[in-house]
């Protein structure tokens, strides 16, 4: 018995330095297999000779051990005497939010301000509301454009864009609406340092009695100054989307290189980063919306792109990387 309670002790003092409070409770007063629980439990069978012999060490040993483990607790750390309590501890990091989570919540708050409704739709989208409801029927070689995921399911695929938020908020709201619906979107297509097969965007829609081309191209002046400034240039020029028209699209002059060509521009001085055109009046009619009362404008934002140009890095895929040298830089 002698040499349980010595072995006990030793391995208890050991572990003191490298396992939890938690572990240590199991592992020594466990109720079923607790080193030092069994021993009160040999010591339950003994004759009363040895019961005086040995009931006091084993007691002292488990008082020993409570002692401890209840130190523990309430934060008295055990050591050997090496470790100075008197140490500041160490200070806690605080993470940033993700440059993504950053250009969303600064344009859903300044559109908030505008008085635009922040809505969300479903990832996983019908071919209805992704397509067809957008004017692109399945013959459509506007389709073509989009490398599509599909599931297992006939009909239903990983949204490639966040316009289905068009129909689903003319449906529930009806006109006048203003809206935008940022999100996550997905295509099936090979990666480089503007594109990935998983990215963001942020749609937006403006339905009302005589809006036109003028107010959309203001609004659009307006957008692009809120996000990178009014020092940087800009320009609109002829797009096509087949759920607008006319379409446009929306350059910005390349932050990393400030037009001189790169990586990130392709040379060319300029990035793409909005689409946008005067909602087509079929869309309208599929979100059970008048067309000769009402008109709009629809945009969509690059919410990657748009990171990228604020915060001047040029390749997108770093954006899920997970690489805390990147992140901490924002």
């Not at 559109?111 to 409704?117: D, L, P, R, S």
């Amino acid at each position: 018995m002698q040499e349980k309670l010595n072995q006990t002790e030793k391995d208890f003092k050991q572990d003191l330095t490298t396992k939890s409070g938690f572990d240590l409770k199991v592992k020594y007063l466990g109720r079923k297999n607790g080193l030092v629980t069994n021993l009160m439990k040999e010591l339950a069978t003994m004759n009363e000779a040895d019961k005086k012999q040995w009931g006091p060490e084993i007691n002292r040993l488990k008082k020993n051990v409570e002692e401890a483990l209840e130190k523990m607790t309430t934060g008295e750390k055990q050591t050997d005497g090496s470790f100075d309590e008197t140490l500041p501890g160490l200070e806690l990091q605080t993470g940033t939010l993700h440059p993504i989570t950053q250009i969303t919540q600064e344009l859903s708050n300044y559109f908030t301000a505008m008085g635009f409704m922040v809505l969300d739709g479903p990832e996983v989208e019908s071919e209805f509301f992704n397509f067809e409801a957008l004017n692109v029927p399945a013959w459509h070689p506007a389709r073509e454009m989009q490398d599509t995921i599909w599931t297992e399911q006939p009909g239903v695929l990983l949204r490639t864009q966040t316009s289905p938020v068009q129909i689903r908020s003319m449906l529930k709201y009806g006109a006048p609406l203003y809206a935008v619906a940022p999100g996550r979107v997905f295509r099936y297509e090979a990666t480089d340092n503007r594109h990935d097969h998983t990215f963001y965007q942020l749609e937006g829609l403006v339905v009302d009695e005589n809006i036109s081309v003028a107010n959309m191209n203001a609004f659009l002046k307006l957008l692009v100054e809120k996000i990178v400034g009014d020092k940087i240039k800009m320009r609109i020029r002829p797009g096509y989307f087949p759920f607008v028209e006319p379409g446009v699209e929306v350059d910005v002059e390349c932050a990393v290189c400030h037009g001189k060509g790169c990586g990130l521009c392709k040379g060319t001085g300029w990035v793409e980063s909005i689409g946008a055109g005067m909602v087509h009046p079929q869309v309208l009619a599929y979100g059970k919306i008048d067309p000769k009362k009402y008109s709009g404008f629809a945009f969509g934002v690059g919410l990657n792109r748009l990171a990228q140009l604020k915060f001047g890095f040029e390749d997108t895929r770093m954006i899920h990387q997970n690489d805390l040298r990147f992140l901490k830089q924002f």
